[in-house]
């Protein structure tokens, strides 16, 4: 870490830049628990509701794209706190929404708000740290980040069973004013402006297109875009899967959901530990293998049996593997990058909210009465990851061959 800091003041940044990542998923799965009460009061089906959930992940995929270059020429905290604003607006037009497709509308403005944390996290942590301490910071990002799936939605199911979902917004807006005040009085800047930084569309185009022309940024963004349309087809799918396929009450998904996020804790910590004694690459590879062979398995058991006791483990080992994975690839990707870090950040962030669209938009159209469909989608995007990461590994010992 640079020398700016003191041991106090690096644990109040990553607390800081911890709760700023956990700005997303708090957004998701505080409100998961009210898709019922939101479909009753529009007269809409709950599946309806889930284009919600997918307004915010494009909201968020296309918001990261813009903030990279803005944070990149103006420095890390000017655009983080026009982010927080507009997300705070947009929070108060949710609660105020008269209709569904209003309320798609304003989840997508509040993304484009609320992804400016995700893309200044990783930035300044890019900033801060080397290589391995990078993957290390991420891993105890992603403790405090795992924390949102295991309060949220027990905190929004008790808030919209004493009000409504409508209630989610206003708190949700409150606690985007907390960080706005921490971020403007504590928070510094990690990054020097570079107005040599264009923001000129097609010269943004291009410099995206040169970060995506380096391979290892692609393979492992790319793979780890495979690894969030596991994650985000498994948060978008929970409410059908716990409250109307297995009939659990909206404080018993709360509880269920927040359990299985301790598992993203877990082996984001166990992460920790073994970087200690292996490397990126190899944990990144055994991960990959190990979430192909237990999606392989869930699938291949649904064929037989599906009840609770079943998929309520398989989803939490999932996770458990995930949090794994992402502070690994995130690194792996990031590593080529220093004065394009922020618009390298964004770009990962984008390509996985990317394959998180497409995995919620599946998940809408297919899991609508079985589990199946979504055991599919799983094994799939864990396939696919496999085989972007042994490619990887494949070019590697040709290139070490052809230079020895």
Known sequence: ???????????TIILILGT?????????????????????????????VGLTL??????IALGQLAYGPLMDRFGRRRPLIGGLILFTVTSLICAASWNLNILIAARFFMALGGCAGMV????????????KQVADVLSTLMLIMGVAPIIAPTVGGLVIGAFDWEAVFYILAAFAIIMLVLITYVLPESAKPNHTTSLRPK??????????????????AVARGFTMGCLLSYVSSAPFIFIEFFGLTEQQFGWVFGSNALGLILGSQINRLALKRFSLLQITVTTCVALTILTALGLGISFVEIN?????PFLFTMLFLIGFQNPNVTALSLDPFTKQAGSASALIGSIGMIFGSVASILVAELVTE???PLLFILFGSAVCSLLLVLFYLNKRKAYKFQTT
Do not use: H, Q
Not at 308 to 312: A, E, G, L, P, Q
């Open 1 to 11: 870490m640079t020398k700016r800091f003191t041991t106090s003041s690096r644990t």
């Open 20 to 48: 700023l990542i956990a700005i997303g998923p708090f957004s998701i799965d505080m409100y998961l628990p009210g898709f019922g009460n939101v479909a009753e009061d529009f007269g809409v089906d709950i599946s309806r």
């Open 54 to 59: 997918t307004s915010y992940l494009i909201g």
């Open 120 to 131: 200044a996290s990783k930035a300044i942590v890019r900033d801060l740290f080397e290589k």
């Open 203 to 220: 010269n943004i185009l291009l410099e995206y297109v040169s970060i995506l022309k380096n391979r290892e940024f692609f393979i492992f």
């Open 308 to 312: 609770f006791w079943i998929v309520y």
């Open 370 to 372: 079985s589990v199946k």
